[in-house]
């Protein structure tokens, strides 16, 4: 393949595959905005309210490994199309659900939405694989640019459908989100990215214990691990602490809004930060960003602490997530790529299935000044892993 064949190639893989991050991150927008009030209006007890998102990342978090690999064996376009499949079927079981009034069949129809979600993650991963080095950075913020579609069509979508079908509060809201997965199909059809050379003969590299031992493995995987984490627990918090606090529904959309541009809005950019300023700079600057996040939500209750203190989580998000992606795209190679980021994933979403479970329990049983303090002790930790890897290296280097 000529360069100029490959350079058009991977440019209109990421067009592609920004449109597929938008319509898949609209979905999840939509699906946070109303999940929690959804199983608060079915569950039977008040702890159970965020069941089905706890259900949904823990079958994201099992479906990693799994989707990772099934890519590694049909490619990217069959495997995308198969997540997006089985996205479509669950978000009309979980219309059903909120039809019929059952809460039970809303968490088991979550299963399926976190199936779907564990592929959909892989888009970013997808966006590096036809991409040259030096454009990889930019290819990955690229395609994760294409969730800030996300900040307007998700909270839209919420507001205009959740009463759609009514009496059953948010059943619109779930067809709404089949819509989007049915939109997805289409558009992945476009995408070609071939298997790596060495993978399509059947050979698979180093075996994940050798990767795994790599300094920069453990710092790439705590900052995206940290980022998630962190952000998810307070995000899903959020719709619940703002009700709490006296404030509609449409007010807790409006703070997510926010809240997801700035998790995508930095995205235009944040392959330029990385590559001017290297990786775990920009790691740092994201860790810095969820401590202000933290500290203003423990500052006050009133409605522009949950606005910019959102905000901030979103872009400390944004330069965590993307930074660790890049990172660890960097201690891999090509045929090694399935396994690693399955590895990754898994840890990464472990963490996000571990804090939807806590979420709901630590802010109903300890409240929201309570969750935010938490969450400040897991970035600390990975400021103290960027800062040992960083002076190792400056060692060696001057070595």
Same mark, same amino acid.
């Given at each position: 393949?000529?360069?100029?064949?490959?350079?058009?190639?991977?440019?209109?893989?990421?067009?592609?595959?920004?449109?597929?991050?938008?319509?898949?991150?609209?979905?999840?927008?939509?699906?946070?905005?109303?999940?929690?009030?959804?199983?608060?209006?079915?569950?039977?007890?008040?702890?159970?309210?965020?069941?089905?998102?706890?259900?949904?990342?823990?079958?994201?978090?099992?479906?990693?490994?799994?989707?990772?690999? +099934?890519?590694?064996?049909?490619?990217?376009?069959?495997?995308?199309?198969?997540?997006?499949?089985?996205?479509?079927?669950?978000?009309?079981?979980?219309?059903?659900?909120? +039809?019929?009034?059952?809460?039970?069949?809303?968490?088991?129809?979550?299963?399926?939405?976190? +199936?779907?979600?564990?592929?959909?993650?892989?888009?970013?991963?997808?966006?590096?694989?036809?991409?040259?080095?030096?454009?990889?950075?930019?290819?990955?913020?690229?395609?994760?640019?294409?969730?800030?579609?996300?900040?307007?069509?998700?909270?839209?979508?919420?507001?205009?459908?959740?009463?759609?079908?009514?009496?059953?509060?948010?059943?619109?809201?779930?067809?709404?989100?089949?819509?989007?997965?049915?939109?997805?199909?289409?558009?992945?059809?476009?995408?070609?990215?071939?298997?790596?050379?060495?993978?399509?003969?059947?050979?698979?590299?180093?075996?994940?214990?050798?990767?795994?031992?790599?300094?920069?493995?453990?710092?790439?995987?705590?900052?995206?691990?940290?980022?998630?984490?962190?952000?998810?627990?307070?995000?899903?918090?959020?719709?619940?602490?703002?009700?709490?606090?006296?404030?509609?529904?449409?007010?807790?959309?409006?703070?997510?809004?926010?809240?997801?541009?700035?998790?995508?809005?930095?995205?235009?950019?944040?392959?330029?930060?990385?590559?001017?300023?290297?990786?775990?700079?920009?790691?740092?600057?994201?860790?810095?960003?969820?401590?202000?996040?933290?500290?203003?939500?423990l500052a006050g209750i009133a409605y522009w602490n949950f606005m910019v203190a959102l905000t901030c989580l979103g872009?400390?998000?944004?330069?965590?997530?993307?930074?660790?992606?890049?990172?660890?795209?960097?201690?891999?190679?090509?045929?090694?790529?399935?396994?690693?980021?399955?590895?990754?994933?898994?840890?990464?979403?472990?963490?996000?299935?571990?804090?939807?479970?806590?979420?709901?329990?630590?802010?109903?049983?300890?409240?929201?000044?309570?969750?935010?303090?938490?969450?400040?002790?897991?970035?600390?930790?990975?400021?103290?892993?960027?800062?040992?890897?960083?002076?190792?290296?400056?060692?060696?280097?001057?070595?």
């Open positions: 393949m000529s360069r100029e064949t490959s350079r058009d190639s991977s440019v209109r893989n990421v067009i592609v595959l920004c449109v597929c991050q938008a319509l898949s991150m609209s979905g999840a927008v939509l699906v946070f905005a109303v999940v929690a009030l959804a199983g608060k209006t079915l569950a039977p007890t008040p702890e159970l309210v965020t069941v089905p998102l706890a259900i949904q990342f823990f079958s994201m978090m099992v479906a990693t490994v799994p989707a990772s690999l +099934i890519m590694g064996r049909i490619g990217r376009r069959l495997g995308f199309t198969l997540g997006q499949a089985i996205g479509l079927l669950a978000a009309l079981v979980s219309a059903l659900a909120m +039809i019929w009034g059952n809460f039970w069949l809303l968490a088991l129809s979550a299963i399926g939405i976190g +199936i779907h979600s564990a592929f959909y993650q892989y888009l970013r991963f997808a966006a590096a694989e036809t991409a040259s080095p030096a454009f990889r950075p930019r290819a990955i913020s690229y395609v994760m640019a294409g969730g800030v579609a996300s900040a307007f069509i998700g909270p839209e979508l919420a507001n205009q459908t959740a009463e759609i079908l009514a009496p059953a509060l948010f059943a619109g809201s779930y067809l709404a989100l089949g819509g989007l997965c049915l939109l997805n199909i289409l558009a992945l059809q476009f995408v070609r990215i071939p298997l790596p050379v060495k993978l399509a003969r059947g050979e698979t590299g180093r075996g994940l214990v050798a990767i795994a031992r790599q300094p920069r493995f453990v710092v790439a995987v705590l900052a995206a691990l940290t980022g998630y984490g962190v952000m998810n627990l307070v995000m899903v918090a959020t719709p619940l602490a703002m009700v709490g606090c006296g404030f509609t529904f449409g007010d807790s959309t409006d703070v997510l809004r926010w809240h997801v541009l700035g998790m995508f809005v930095p995205s235009f950019f944040t392959g330029h930060l990385i590559r001017r300023f290297g990786v775990m700079r920009i790691i740092t600057a994201g860790a810095l960003l969820l401590i202000a996040s933290m500290a203003i939500n872009i400390g998000w944004n330069f965590t997530f993307i930074g660790g992606t890049t990172l660890l795209t960097e201690t891999h190679r090509p045929e090694e790529g399935a396994k690693t980021q399955a590895l990754n994933d898994l840890l990464v979403f472990t963490t996000t299935a571990i804090t939807s479970f806590a979420s709901g329990f630590v802010q109903l049983a300890l409240g929201w000044q309570t969750v935010n303090a938490l969450s400040i002790f897991p970035v600390l930790i990975t400021l103290a892993a960027v800062l040992a890897v960083t002076r190792s290296e400056a060692r060696r280097r001057a070595a």
